[in-house]
């Protein structure tokens, strides 16, 4: 039986937007972010300007593109988690696989393309304040996935949206304090126990509710 014609356009979408976040990526890589034009990516992308802008709003889109992947991340992780098992509990978890795996989100990886790419997005301060509306979003779709896992009693819309905030930042400080480890020479297996020692330390202050600041 063939394959359902929706299914092929998407597939065919997602290669579109692969091509040219990787063609994007690799010349910002080589020139700079801010010596590459559009049209130098439509080139090497083989696709036309309307074209990529119908894919990509900006440049910096192109770039954060692989970060899009993890938008919803989070949110899938609460929503997908074991019977039993609270949405801290499988976060933390999900965290720890993450370092385990080197996973660059994570910011324990010492890979080279990682590494470049890494200083690209922290040397480049149009690529961080676009991060911030990946964050947002992110958190968007976590607040909603807390607020139905939280009891009935407990499900309020602010009480959401303060968790996901949380969570989403203390996320962020774990995979900065990694990866700047990792630039300055360290090597991501031996910082890994340290780094779980950090996650494990970081997730209990969120089950605490930050005590040691009342």
Known sequence: MSEHPTGLRERKRQRTYRAISDAAVALFLEKGFDRVSVSEIAEAAEVSKPTLFRYFPAKEDMALHRFADHEDEAARVVTGRPDGRTPLTALEEH?????????????????????????????????????????????????????????????????????????VSTQRVLATGNWRQIADGAAAAALLPRAERDAHHAFALLRTGLAAYR
């Open 95 to 167: 965290f720890l696989a993450g370092l385990r795996a080197h996973d660059p989100v994570t910011g324990l990886c010492d890979a080279p393309e990682v590494l470049a790419f890494h200083r690209l997005l922290y040397g480049t301060p149009s690529l961080l304040a676009r991060l911030h509306t990946y964050t947002a979003r992110s958190e968007e779709a976590l607040a909603a996935a807390l607020e139905r896992a939280a009891p009935d009693a407990e499900r309020t819309a602010l009480t959401a949206r303060v968790a996901a905030g949380q969570i």
